[in-house]
């Protein structure tokens, strides 16, 4: 098990920032956790369902994030301390609940953990997610380095009881997924017993019932803004937020999150401890006025470095405003005027030539020596990676019929997609079938809207595809619409059984829980024809007969159709290690690059089981990384890879 | 001229034929490749190859053809008349059983030659077209002699016919007689004259080529949108255009029957033929066609026209003559001359169409103007 559960009191763990949050959890006495999976931030679910029965707690996976923070809410509400996950995409989708959650407030501590992704390593966009602490008026904490993850997210807990509201806790992938030295607290048993009180009156919000409702929005905004003042008068004095540094500096850098971590580096790489302030927030949203306006007075020069949009560099400008005369003339940097980039993921380079810049130093430059010896041992200890399908995945072999199906039926058919790991369909891997890429459920949603055009003369075939999880998540409302409103489209679900990007969790769909238990499955099947779709389910891996089904389905007029693409994730639990076929090639037969081939397998299909031998001028299988599924030997136009069963 | 000149691959393919509207459905590129596939009435690119040579352009109809260089090969170079390519002999005819007529379109001759050379062993497989529905063809090939009556009568949209050549030509070594319109027939008479490396021991399989006169034929996709716009929702039982004076399409609907006029059928006409010089399909060993005699429609009806332009046709003829299953009649004088006009007809308006589309006078995509005139 775990040293997130087991570790005891004192004792120094290296955690990573997600398990961090979630012994911090733990140490707070979270009782119910709930999300929805997304990078970076899926590990604090996972970790904690891991422990679920050692601690009492209740863990799900939910169908959304805004079921989510609706499930954790309820915890929050029936007097259970209550813990919300999700990436910044996901807290778009949990922002409706949010708003009014934050209108009436919360009972037992409830905090809503948003793990952002700046430079979108592995999301499509850089949102983030702080504004909403902002627009809809609770309090948000970052922490600063991994101890602070872990002990942040214990008071997390404690701050929305003082100030009875949601309090969001943001990281970000380098906080998340980066390791550091965390001294362990004690694990609190946390209460057992969940009651939900509704008697009082409609103010009475730790007895009556739980409604915002109209009439009653002014005195419960009026309410919300007391509480967001107490949590202000709380930062003032807060221990997360700490200065380092000389009392006159001249810089002044205000910094949180990772960034902080950047900020310390670059100081000390540039040796500038005795110039410059380190100004270290640890509470971003409300701001402490009083400790920023002592620190802006020490110095003419403020950098501000933040991961994510210029949030602390707007407010801390507008709070120097206010100030007024007494703040005295101030320069600021950040990401809006330089020297930071506006966009894109700070690192300790970055923060460093922007220190070095502002304080008339040369810019810092790496070991020439050092940088050429990685490089080197880049090219032969890195192998090459292709952003591309895992071989033996479903999704290869889906985009190749829907590919072909649409290239044949040459009346400009396309796809609308989203996220999930088929958003890789806009590429070459997928055959760039995907036309659209937006939100989880878009592509549907896009579909239904691109299905009523047909009066205006769009003769276009429109499709769509959506992951089993994203089904679930976001595609039932655009599919309901479809079919209500009587769009021309084809859903096609490419089903791999699981949250297959994010590493296998289970949805609505699955029939387990997140720590393995069993639950009753959905129908995603039953679900489409209870709407009123013509339904239709085929393997993928069975080329010819799917085929055909796409090409009979994009013949139909009228209405919507849904495809049921049904084949598990190669690295589903069920899959993973087994191989169904041993893959051979002929090379009398393999034809490679001549007329009637051009290497077919290697150039277009691109799985990367298979190589293409540039001596020998043959393809051959890489048996290691093959899984085995067979579909190549569909492909090959000879005939010259061949599959044997694999005696079980 | 050097057949590989500009043979482009792929490319050819997609920027010249396909992109200018040019491809004829004939389905030579596909079958010998996974890169195109015909589906319903079209060929399709499915995936990009980047070869700079391929069969595909050196087999398309449409690729760059030495029309010139191919009639030299394959005929003798004293049958060939500017207007109708080879000519040896110009016949009318019709099948002598009155069952077969009946089934036909005009005079059962195709049917008729088709079961005779399978019969006779000339052939072990003959690839015909079907018509599959109202809407769409798809070629078969068969070897039982009986069974060639049920696929006569005419067909409105393009079947893949040289795709099902490619398919049985690389199989069991076996005499092949393909049933072919213009474009299809070209696309194998390029085969047949420089089959490219690797394709020479399947190319001595195709044994004979019987060519369609060929007006036009109709986009599936219009013909399907013409037929909804007619008929509605209503189920089509069957769909003819009589050999009267073709002037109207007859719709046969479970509500009854509706004719609809030709000009409306003729904007179903595919794209690419109007870029089509080929009324009597030059490239066969004999070809075959309508009658008509200059009293008009109602004398001939029922007959056949057939071009004999090989020895092979010519030979193939008239064993159907002596054998007694196909009827001759005098061809009236008038008869090859109307045929001339009627082929240098089609030639010019090609010609036209070629030159708005290429911004050219001579250099006209995919041939020259006088390789068209047959000069």
Known sequence: MSIVSTGAKGQTALLMGNDAIARGALEAGVRVVAGYPGTPSSEIIQTLADVASNHGLYVEWSANEKVGLEVAAAGSFAQLRSLAVMKQVGVNVASDFLLHLSEYGTRAGLV??????????????EGDSRHYAKMMEFPLIEPGNFQEAKDMAAWGFELSEKVHNVVMFRSVTRMSHASGNVVLGEISPGPSKARFQFDGDMMDQMGGPVVTFPGMVDPMHRRQLEKLEMARKIFE???????????????????????????REAIDLLHVAERVGLLKLGTTWPLPPKLLAKHLKTSEKTLIIEEGMPFLEDNIKALWTELGPEAGTKQFFGRKDGPLPPTDELNPDLVARALAEILGLPAPTADQAYM????????????????????????RASYWLLNSALKQDNRRGFVCGDIGCYTLGVIGCGFNTLKTSHAMGSGTGLASGFGKLNRFGFDQPVMAVCGDSTFFH??????????????????VLVDNSGTAMTGFQPHPGSSSDASGGELPSVDIARICEAMGAEVAIADPFEMERAEKTILDLLDKEDGVRVLILRQACALSPGKKGKRLFEMAVDENACLAEECGCNRLCTRIFGCPGLIWDPEAKKTRIDEVICVGCGVCASICPTGAISKKEVAS | MNEDKGNQGQAWIRNQ??????????????????????????TAVIHECDRTWGRCSAYCPRGQVDLGGLRTILFEPRDITPELGAVKGLYMTRSTDPEIRDRAQHGGTVSTLVALTLKEGFIHKAVLAERKNNQVSESVAISDPDAVASFAGSKFSVAPTVAKFNEISQGEPSKIGVVATPCQALALARMRAYPQPGDEERMKNLALVIGLFCGWALSFRELRRLI????GADRIQG???????????ELHTEKGLIEIPMEEVQTCIRESCRYCYDLTCEFSDLSVGSARSPEGWAVDRGWNQVLVRTDKGQALLDLARSRGILEFKAVPPENLDRLKAASLGKKNTCMIQLEEVSGRKEDLIYTRREAILCQ
């Open chain 1, 474 to 491: 976001a595609a039932m409302p655009a599919l309901v619409n479809a079919i209500h409103n009587r769009a021309d489209m084809t859903l």
């Open chain 1, 372 to 395: 050429g010896r990685a490089a080197e041992l880049a090219k032969t200890h890195a192998p090459f990676r292709a952003m591309t399908f895992c071989p033996g995945c479903p999704h």
């Open chain 1, 112 to 125: 809503l953990v948003t793990c952002e992704d700046p430079g979108g390593l592995s999301s499509t966009n």
């Open chain 1, 237 to 263: 004095t807060s221990p997360f937020n700490t200065y380092t540094g000389p009392n006159q500096p001249d810089l002044l850098v205000i910094t949180s999150s990772a960034a902080s971590l950047y900020a």
């Open chain 2, 17 to 42: 034929v396909m992109a200018q509207g040019l491809c004829t459905g004939c389905a030579a590129c596909v079958g010998l490749c996974p890169y195109q596939k015909f589906y319903r009435d079209q």
């Open chain 2, 239 to 249: 769909m003819d255009i009589p050999p009267s004076q073709h002037k109207i399409m």
């Open chain 2, 228 to 231: 909804k716009e007619k008929a």
